[in-house]
Antibody, heavy 120, light 106 residues
Framework: EVQLVESGGGLVKPGRSLRLSCTAS????????MSWFRQAPGKGLEWVGY??????????EYAASVKGRFSISRDDSKSIAYLQMNSLKTEDTAVYYC???????????WGQGTLVTVSS | DIQMTQSPSTLSASVGDRVTITCRAS??????LAWYQQKPGKAPKLLIQ???SLESGVPSRFSGSGSGTEFTLTISSLQPDDFATYYC????????FGQGTKVEIK
């Protein structure tokens, strides 16, 4: 069974940093692209960024709203994807979801989410 | 950026009703469209990918259609477990979602 478990969320002050982890199991992690999405309280879903598999260079792409502040990395030996969030703003407050990208680009498995609250 | 517009925003329906949700893309996305169901406090669940392909384990009362810029999600006979919010998502160029359609009990 595919499982994705996010961790690392919490309360952080504006301007500070936080790193989220996504621990995967039940599939060959290194074969898949992984994405991060977020959902602000009471709002819709927003793509944050994604990381390709090493087969495709392990490169990353980011939404304009986080580009230059957030970075994604992966450790295939541990089956973990990371979301490093720097220079956090109050508008980054959201539940952050880790997802596995299916072969065609949709997101076929989601973690349970971790809440990040940016507030002074 | 590709914008996705869903309608309606809220839909009131009864068990057994046929329900249709529409999603429009700001430019052609071929069939690179997915539908998700989300319940309060839970992660989204993939229902349909590539506009009309039902995910394994998803009841057959759910169906998707469309291509280009116009898409629909249909629930043929609404069940109590189907009251939730539904999102369309394009993945032709990165990923963007519609604003969601909340299906509530009439």
């Amino acid at each position: 069974e595919v499982q994705l478990v996010e961790s690392g969320g919490g309360l952080v002050k504006p301007g500070r940093s936080l790193r989220l982890s996504c621990t995967a199991s039940g599939f060959t992690f290194g074969d898949y692209e992984m994405s991060w999405f977020r959902q602000a309280p009471g709002k819709g879903l927003e793509w944050v960024g994604y990381i390709r598999s090493k087969t495709y260079g392990g490169t990353t792409e980011y939404a304009a709203s986080v580009k230059g502040r957030f970075s994604i990395s992966r450790d295939d030996s541990k089956s973990i994807a990371y979301l490093q969030m720097n220079s956090l703003k109050t508008e980054d407050t959201a539940v952050y979801y880790c997802t596995r990208e299916s072969g065609d680009g949709s997101n076929d498995n989601w973690g349970q989410g971790t809440l990040v609250t940016v507030s002074s | 950026d590709i914008q996705m517009t869903q309608s309606p925003s809220t839909l009131s329906a009864s068990v057994g009703d046929r329900v249709t949700i529409t999603c429009r893309a700001s430019q052609s996305i071929s069939s690179w469209l997915a539908w998700y169901q989300q319940k309060p406090g839970k992660a989204p669940k993939l229902l349909i990918q590539k506009a009309s392909s039902l995910e394994s384990g998803v009841p057959s009362r759910f169906s998707g259609s469309g291509s280009g810029t116009e898409f629909t999600l249909t629930i043929s006979s609404l069940q109590p477990d189907d009251f939730a919010t539904y999102y369309c998502q394009q993945y032709n160029s990165y990923w963007t979602f519609g604003q969601g359609t909340k299906v509530e009990i009439k």
